[in-house]
Structure formats: C-alpha cells, structure tokens
C-alpha cells in the first residue's frame, strides 16, 4: 500500500493482532518490582485505586482537594500556570507547584496510603512551559535532519529541562506521520515518510528517559508519552480530531511504524489519540489499546488519554465513561471533569461494570512506572539545577539542530553572503523569537510572546548581525524593507504566524492567500535591485510560488526556535565569502507545486511535487529554479469550503452577529466543520456542548450552537482557574489563559477543547 492512498476500508473496525509487529517493552517488568507493587496494591482502598486512573489539570484542582480525591497525576495544560503564578513562569513556581501537589499525596495520615503523583506537561520542542528554556526546532524542522543521534542529545537536553523544573513527565514524542499538510499538527510530525518517523522513535524515547534499565527522575530523565495512538496524522482532509478512513495494512505500515522502536526502547506510557479509526474513536478501541499494543507489541507500561478524549466516544460524556477502561485505556486525561469521572467510575468499579481484575491491572501499570522512574524513591537532585535550564550547552545543541535542518531550495549565486557585507534584515518576524518558536511555547497556541520572554533567545536578526559584525560587516534592521544606504544584499525573514492544532488547520496551501505582505516586500526589494534571500517560516510546506519567484535564494528554515544564530551560521559565510557551514537539510516533506496538493507524499501515485521528499541543495551542489507558475490551482468550490476555518474570517455557513448589549456569534456548525467545536463549551455531554459563557473578563463575545445547552457532565462544578479566563479550555490547556492582548479572542475566535 502506497502512502497516501486510503485503500480498502474495512467494514468492521477490529484489529487483526497477528497481522502487526512485534515488540517488546524493556526495562520495566522485574520481579523484584512486581512484588512490590503487589504488596503496595494488597494495603490500597478501591478509591485509592480508582484515583490512580484519573489526571487532573492544576487549574481545576487544588492540592487539598488530593485528600479528599487520591488522584495518580496532574497536568499544566497548554497555558495553565504554577499554582499562584503568571502563565510565563521560571521554574522555581513550577517546583512549588510539583512540591505542594506531593505533599498532600505523600502524606502520612490514617486509612491513606501515599503514593506519589505524576505530573506531565506538554514539552514538545525542549520544555516550552518554562521561562529561559532551550526551545528547539519543532519536529517537522527536526525531520529534515535526518539525525536520530542527534534527536537523542535533543530528548537528554529537554528532559534535563524539564525535570529541573519539577516535572517528570513529557506528553511526546509525537509519532504522527502527517498524510495532508492543512492538518495544524503537521508541524509535531518528524515527516510524511514512515521511516524518518521510525528512525527517530527509539531515539527521542532514549534521550527523554534514558536507557532501559537505567531510568531515574534522580538522572534527570523523564517519562516519555509517544503520542497519539493511532492514525493522528491520517485524518481525512487533515481534519483534526477527524476520522482516518484507511485499512488495516495502511495503518500498520504508515502509521504504527514508530511505535514499535519505541517500546523496545521502553517508553513508559503512550498517548491515546482523538482521531478514529473508521468512525471508531481510539479511546475506546478495545483491539487497539489492547489485543495490539498491550498484547501483540508487548507494552507493559499505561495508556493514557488526551484532553477529555473519552467524552467523544459514543454513550460516554467527560464524567462518565467506563468503556473508555474497559477498552484498555489505563488512566484518562480530565483536566476539569476529573470528579465527576472519579465519582462515576468508582460507582462502576463497584457495580463491576469495570472488572476488579481490569482495575487492578491499571494500576499496576501506572504503579510499575511510577516505581521505574524513581518517584519512590528520596530525593530530586535535578530541581536544584535549575542553571542547566538554557545553558550553553544546553543551546547549543539547538543552535546545532536549526542549522541542520534548514533546506536550502534556491540559489542563484546568492549565497554564503559575506560577513564583510552590508546587510540589511527585512521581514516582520527577523527580529521576534516568538515567531521563529511559534506553538507550544509558553502558551498553547504560541502567541503573545515578546523577545523580553526569552532571555538567553537569539532573533534570526540578532544572530546574523553578530556574525556580520565578527566579519567587519554590519546588518541593519528594517522590518518594511526600507533603507537609506544601499545594502548589498537583503535578507527577508517572514512567514506563518504562530499556531497549534485547530486553529492551525486551513483549507489550502497558499501562503498568504489574499493578503500578501511578504510578496509585496520582496517585490519592492527587486523592483530597486537589491539581491534577495527569503528566509520562510513555516510548519509544513506551503505554496509560495510568488515568493520563490522574486527572491534570488530561498530557505526553507520551519519553525527553528530560540537559537536564531543558527540560521546565520549557514548563510553567512567568513569576511571573504566562504561558507563556515553548508546545508545539509533535506525534505522530509514533499513541496507542493500548487496550494490543492494537499495529500502529496512519497510514494503515492501521480506524485508530481515542486520539490520532491528529499530534495535539499548545497554550496557544493546548486540547482537553477526556473520561473514558476504563480496559478495557485485552486478553484473557488474549494476556497470557500467551511471544512477549515479561515483564522480573522467567518467562513459559510457560519455568521458572525451582534445580538443586544454584547456582542454575540451565531454559529450554525456542520458536523464536519472544527468551527462547530471551537465555537462552543469544551465539556461534552450525551451529544450537547456548553456554550462558551464568557470569552474574557470584560463583557464579550459569546459563541452558542442555537441547540446547545449544559447536560450531565458539562463541567459545572469544576473550580474557576486561578486568575484566568473562564473560556473553553483545549488540550494541554487553555487558550484564553494568555491575558495579553489577542485580537481573534476579542472577535470570538476561541471555543472548545481537543488535545
């Protein structure tokens, strides 16, 4: 089966166990553990046991709520700051927030038995919760290196990170192999080929926990979560949270392949996913969670869920939901439903509509873990390291990666620049390092951020101004392009604004559709005859035919994080003009040759892409790019198709109204359409959503589905979070909880929640 072809669709979503891989986990089970864990289970109350196998996020909970709801672990969403904190932390809160939870659980008092906490967060480009951290490349950059040894210093560096903050969990790797590019998560994915996916698997798990048998918070390693289990990046139209119609041969060679390598290498909890199989949602796919992965593949850590994930499956709502256990998953992600869900599944552990036996071995999972890390045990020497938090070093090896995963795709004689040369830096996002980090950093959606929130961050232009002035040359900042001295050469830094998944998905390819800002810099730049190189950020390939035909060199440079001195070590070469670095990035993902290539991918029929998977120059090897076709091919049917959401736009059928005092949409949403989540309540019950009652503390906009209205489960009782916005929260957090100023929440854009 050819990637990108759905093949046969199976009529009765069951896995076929003997038809996958082997595999086996390795370093968790001993016998010595286990008699542990037994004697541990023999002194624990079915509350307690219940408790183990729900996560609450640290808005919605607070550490004394611990004595009264024994919970197994907590998360910090997306944007949920450390208890009594700004959202944009250092990491001695984080520490506080990690000791106040624990010690409530690691209390001795009568009838309890204390049993430490897991607390996970999303660290998914280096530990992006934390102030001063080493940001990374995101994973689509990371692809294109095609470096497994180094995506293992790339998982030490972040769990060394992470842990010195006080966390001991990370929600990743993500083992997506992204079929269709307009998916927001495109850019969590190593690459479109399922073998770059697999070859990096083993790696990152290693790096993150160390080698099997040596594990240990005390080295300062970390649980990992390869995420999401299975077929994320495999959704129809790239739909996230969508349905991924292929069968059963496709899923295994495409989608499963970095799963395996990764439990060899003894990831000790994997991620369900949102995505369905079939129309079969994964949290409750009983052949899957456990005839294949805990059967078939070996795994003998826990499952653990996404962001209410188990609401979506039929006949459950996020507070109730046995099936979800029942089909293998070990504990359920509720950040704001996690009493009602604890209430409901003790009445069903009681009631034996979840089996003694199915509990126990849930917990025994999430026990084994908790044992092989070292929660245990005394001691967490990394939380007084928190200096290793953006060292040098530390930054280095990130400065190492965005150099080696930019793809040089044109060069017309343009490049190495001399450092001698008199550059100017153009381009609204050369000189802003939230920008070049985009998502998942410091907040969910990665907006907001300032260069004053990344100390020890260097801008694109801040890197090369330092290699121009080490060479005898200057470099000149002008975001518009504008310029009193002739430079000799330009260098323009634009592209996507930052995003996470949903509001991430769009409905082509096109770059800048309508609104073309950068085309008009660089046109501007040419019409005066300043040879030009165009730096483009991004998380995925775009169509930017226009682009590439005005610009005399072109980077394909991702999303490459807090070192931005990186991309000047390959551009800029010494004073007289030889490189100090080559390019040595390669495609991991195909270009598209017009913004409908949505599904373009190695392998599959008529592959006809701009730039083929793989495709890479170099100062050694340079390549001339004729004048391309600046048709986008995309026709108006599908330019206006409601299955995406346009970001600042209200696409058909959806309307945007002012109905009375405050300002209020009216959202009709179709059952394909993400607008129809984003638009209402996160919290699901018996198929209703809650409408959103409040978008930020002033009065505001309010998104409703005419027939919405709170049912069983809507999350009511859930504590207000702590100094945020009572809004639609989303996996790993919530949106609105970045008080700074946001014009898309203003107009409404925020909504529900997904992971």
């Given at each position: 089966m050819?990637?990108?072809?759905t093949?046969?669709?199976?009529?009765?979503q069951v896995?076929h166990?003997?038809?996958w891989?082997?595999?086996?986990?390795?370093g968790l089970?001993?016998?010595s553990?286990?008699?542990?864990?037994t004697?541990?289970?023999?002194?624990m109350?079915?509350?307690e046991?219940?408790?183990q196998?729900?996560?609450?996020?640290i808005g919605?909970?607070t550490?004394?709520?611990?004595r009264?709801?024994?919970?197994?672990?907590?998360?910090?969403g997306?944007?949920?700051p450390p208890?009594?904190?700004?959202?944009r932390?250092?990491?001695?809160?984080?520490?506080?927030?990690?000791?106040?939870?624990?010690?409530?659980?690691l209390e001795?008092r009568?009838?309890h038995?204390?049993?430490p906490?897991?607390?996970g967060v999303?660290?998914?480009?280096g530990?992006?919760?934390?102030?001063g951290?080493?940001?990374?490349?995101?994973?689509?950059?990371?692809?294109?290196?095609r470096?497994p040894a180094?995506?293992?210093?790339?998982?030490?560096?972040t769990?060394?990170e992470t842990?010195?903050?006080?966390?001991?969990?990370?929600?990743g790797?993500?083992?997506?192999?992204p079929q269709?590019?307009?998916?927001g998560?495109?850019?969590e994915?190593?690459?479109?080929?399922?073998?770059?996916?697999?070859s990096?698997?083993a790696?990152m798990?290693?790096?993150l926990?160390?080698?099997p048998?040596?594990f240990g918070?005390?080295?300062?390693?970390?649980a990992a979560s390869?995420?999401?289990?299975?077929?994320?990046?495999?959704?129809?139209?790239?739909?996230?949270?969508?349905d991924?119609a292929?069968?059963?041969?496709?899923?295994i060679k495409?989608?499963?392949v970095?799963?395996p390598?990764?439990?060899d290498?003894g990831?000790m909890?994997?991620?369900?996913?949102f995505?369905?199989?079939?129309?079969a949602?994964m949290?409750g796919?009983k052949?899957?969670?456990?005839?294949?992965?805990?059967?078939r593949?070996g795994?003998?850590?826990?499952?653990?869920g996404?962001?209410?994930?188990?609401?979506?499956?039929?006949?459950?709502?996020?507070?109730d939901?046995?099936?979800?256990f029942?089909?293998?998953?070990?504990?359920?992600?509720?950040?704001?439903s996690?009493?009602?869900?604890f209430d409901?599944?003790?009445?069903?552990?009681?009631?034996?509509?979840?089996s003694?036996?199915?509990i126990?071995?849930?917990?025994r999972?999430?026990l084994r873990?908790k044992?092989?890390?070292?929660l245990f045990?005394?001691?967490?020497p990394?939380?007084?390291?928190?200096?290793?938090i953006g060292s040098?070093a530390?930054r280095?090896?990130?400065?190492?990666a965005?150099?080696?995963?930019?793809?040089?795709?044109?060069?017309?004689?343009v490049?190495?620049i001399?450092?001698?040369?008199?550059?100017?830096v153009?381009?609204?996002?050369?000189d802003?390092?939230?920008?070049?980090?985009?998502?998942w950093?410091l907040?969910?959606?990665g907006?907001?951020n300032t260069?004053?929130d990344?100390p020890?961050?260097?801008?694109?232009?801040?890197?090369?101004?330092?290699?121009a002035?080490?060479g005898?040359?200057t470099?000149?900042l002008?975001?518009?392009?504008?310029?009193s001295?002739?430079?000799d050469?330009?260098?323009?830094v634009f592209?996507e604004?930052?995003?996470?998944?949903?509001?991430?998905?769009?409905r082509t390819?096109?770059?800048?559709?309508?609104?073309?800002?950068?085309?008009?810099?660089?046109k501007?730049?040419?019409?005066?005859?300043?040879?030009?190189?165009?730096?483009f950020?991004s998380?995925?390939?775009?169509?930017v035919?226009?682009?590439?035909?005005?610009s005399?060199?072109f980077?394909?440079?991702?999303?490459?994080?807090?070192e931005?001195?990186g991309?000047?070590?390959v551009?800029i070469?010494?004073?007289?003009?030889?490189?100090r670095?080559?390019?040595?990035?390669?495609?991991?993902y195909s270009w598209?040759?017009?913004?409908g290539?949505f599904?373009?991918?190695?392998?599959?029929?008529?592959?006809?892409p701009?730039?083929?998977?793989?495709y890479?120059?170099?100062y050694?090897?340079?390549?001339?790019v004729?004048?391309?076709?600046?048709?986008a091919?995309?026709?108006?049917?599908?330019?206006?198709?409601?299955?995406?959401?346009?970001?600042?736009?209200?696409?058909?059928?959806?309307?945007?109204?002012v109905?009375?005092?405050?300002a209020?949409?009216?959202?009709?949403?179709?059952?394909?359409?993400p607008?129809?989540?984003w638009?209402?309540?996160?919290?699901?019950?018996?198929?209703?959503?809650?409408p959103?009652?409040?978008l930020?503390?002033?009065p505001?906009?309010?998104g409703?589905?005419p027939?919405a209205g709170?049912?069983?489960?809507?999350?009511?009782?859930?504590p207000?979070r702590?100094g945020?916005?009572?809004i639609a929260a989303h996996?790993?957090?919530?949106?609105a909880?970045?008080?700074?100023d946001?014009?898309?929440r203003?107009?409404?854009?925020y909504?529900?929640?997904r992971a």
């Amino acid at each position: 089966m050819l990637m990108g072809m759905t093949g046969a669709v199976a009529t009765a979503q069951v896995a076929h166990p003997d038809q996958w891989p082997k595999a086996k986990s390795r370093g968790l089970v001993d016998s010595s553990t286990e008699a542990r864990i037994t004697a541990l289970m023999k002194r624990m109350s079915l509350e307690e046991k219940v408790g183990q196998m729900i996560q609450a996020d640290i808005g919605a909970i607070t550490p004394a709520d611990l004595r009264r709801y024994p919970l197994g672990s907590i998360l910090a969403g997306g944007s949920s700051p450390p208890i009594g904190s700004p959202d944009r932390s250092p990491a001695a809160p984080w520490i506080a927030t990690s000791r106040a939870f624990n010690a409530v659980a690691l209390e001795q008092r009568p009838g309890h038995v204390a049993i430490p906490l897991m607390f996970g967060v999303d660290a998914v480009h280096g530990n992006n919760n934390v102030i001063g951290a080493t940001i990374f490349p995101h994973n689509s950059a990371l692809g294109a290196m095609r470096d497994p040894a180094l995506i293992r210093r790339i998982g030490e560096v972040t769990a060394r990170e992470t842990s010195a903050a006080g966390i001991d969990w990370a929600f990743g790797p993500t083992l997506a192999v992204p079929q269709d590019d307009r998916w927001g998560r495109t850019y969590e994915g190593y690459s479109e080929d399922p073998a770059v996916v697999a070859s990096y698997a083993a790696a990152m798990i290693e790096g993150l926990q160390g080698k099997p048998g040596a594990f240990g918070i005390q080295r300062g390693q970390v649980a990992a979560s390869p995420k999401h289990f299975l077929g994320d990046g495999g959704t129809t139209d790239g739909i996230d949270q969508g349905d991924t119609a292929v069968d059963e041969a496709t899923l295994i060679k495409v989608h499963a392949v970095g799963y395996p390598p990764a439990i060899d290498a003894g990831a000790m909890t994997v991620m369900a996913s949102f995505s369905s199989w079939n129309d079969a949602k994964m949290h409750g796919n009983k052949t899957l969670l456990t005839d294949v992965l805990k059967g078939r593949m070996g795994f003998d850590g826990f499952i653990v869920g996404d962001w209410n994930g188990h609401g979506q499956i039929p006949g459950c709502t996020n507070i109730d939901c046995p099936a979800t256990f029942n089909a293998g998953l070990d504990m359920a992600m509720a950040p704001d439903s996690w009493k009602g869900l604890f209430d409901s599944t003790l009445a069903a552990a009681r009631a034996g509509t979840i089996s003694a036996s199915r509990i126990d071995d849930a917990v025994r999972r999430i026990l084994r873990v908790k044992m092989k890390l070292g929660l245990f045990d005394a001691g967490r020497p990394w939380e007084a390291k928190s200096d290793t938090i953006g060292s040098p070093a530390h930054r280095a090896v990130a400065r190492e990666a965005v150099a080696k995963s930019l793809v040089l795709l044109k060069n017309n004689g343009v490049l190495p620049i001399k450092a001698s040369a008199n550059i100017l830096v153009a381009g609204d996002a050369a000189d802003d390092i939230g920008r070049q980090s985009a998502g998942w950093t410091l907040s969910w959606q990665g907006d907001g951020n300032t260069n004053a929130d990344f100390p020890g961050a260097t801008s694109i232009y801040a890197g090369i101004a330092a290699a121009a002035k080490a060479g005898g040359g200057t470099a000149t900042l002008s975001p518009d392009g504008r310029f009193s001295t002739r430079p000799d050469v330009a260098i323009v830094v634009f592209g996507e604004t930052p995003y996470a998944e949903m509001r991430g998905d769009v409905r082509t390819l096109e770059f800048e559709a309508g609104d073309k800002q950068a085309l008009a810099l660089l046109k501007t730049l040419k019409a005066a005859g300043v040879r030009t190189v165009s730096v483009f950020l991004s998380g995925r390939p775009l169509w930017v035919n226009p682009e590439l035909n005005q610009s005399d060199a072109f980077v394909a440079a991702w999303f490459p994080g807090s070192e931005g001195a990186g991309v000047a070590d390959v551009l800029i070469g010494d004073s007289d003009g030889k490189p100090r670095a080559d390019f040595t990035g390669k495609l991991a993902y195909s270009w598209p040759k017009t913004a409908g290539q949505f599904v373009l991918n190695k392998g599959m029929a008529g592959y006809d892409p701009l730039f083929a998977f793989g495709y890479g120059l170099n100062y050694a090897k340079g390549a001339t790019v004729p004048v391309l076709s600046e048709v986008a091919g995309v026709d108006a049917s599908l330019a206006n198709t409601s299955l995406f959401f346009a970001r600042g736009k209200v696409p058909a059928p959806f309307t945007l109204t002012v109905d009375g005092g405050a300002a209020s949409p009216k959202y009709a949403p179709t059952r394909k359409s993400p607008l129809s989540i984003w638009a209402i309540q996160h919290e699901r019950a018996a198929g209703n959503w809650r409408p959103v009652e409040r978008l930020w503390p002033e009065p505001g906009l309010v998104g409703r589905r005419p027939d919405a209205g709170a049912g069983a489960g809507d999350g009511a009782d859930r504590p207000q979070r702590r100094g945020q916005d009572d809004i639609a929260a989303h996996h790993h957090g919530d949106a609105a909880s970045d008080r700074r100023d946001d014009p898309l929440r203003r107009a409404g854009y925020y909504g529900a929640a997904r992971a």
